[in-house]
């Protein structure tokens, strides 16, 4: 879970939180993840296990099983958390954040089935966008290289 002003204890909060809403949102075990990616990879789409945090099912499916994943592939949505504990609007207008490169490509190759969601920790608020929605909502991009040595 990735955020640059919040850090993982912030996005892994958001998670908890999201999973608690009772709207289909629930963080996957690392074999949830692993089931993911490949049902995925066989329909050629892109998924790297660290550029998501939860997934949001439209129905119940078992995420342990790779055979009902794959039978059940449209139900899932998979998003990458944006957290926050700042004081910032309902509409998270001013917040800013960071996309890594993954997490684009992710975005990219599922397409309709891959959503960033916002979530405040503090108030709650959650707002759940496609990449080019955040995009068009964008007021500026500042592109960036982050180096770990």
């Keep these: 879970m990735t955020n640059l002003d919040s850090g993982s204890a912030t996005a892994g909060k958001a998670a908890l939180l999201l999973a608690a809403k009772g709207q289909g949102y629930l963080v996957p075990t690392a074999k949830q993840k692993k089931n993911l990616v490949v049902a995925f990879a066989k329909r050629d789409m892109i998924v790297y296990g660290k550029a998501f945090d939860v997934v949001r099912l439209s129905e119940p499916v078992n995420?342990?099983?790779?055979?009902?994943?794959?039978?059940?592939?449209?139900?899932?949505?998979v998003c990458e958390i944006k957290s926050t504990k700042k004081d910032v609007a309902a509409d998270f207008r001013g917040y800013f954040f960071g996309l890594t490169a993954a997490e684009v490509l992710v975005a990219q190759s599922l397409k309709a089935q891959f959503r960033f969601i916002f979530v405040n920790t503090v108030s709650g608020a959650h707002l759940e966008l496609q990449l080019n929605e955040i995009f068009a909502k964008a007021r500026g991009i500042y592109p960036t290289w982050s180096i770990s040595f």
């Design 63 to 77: 995420l342990d099983s790779l055979e009902e994943v794959e039978a059940n592939l449209s139900k899932v949505l």
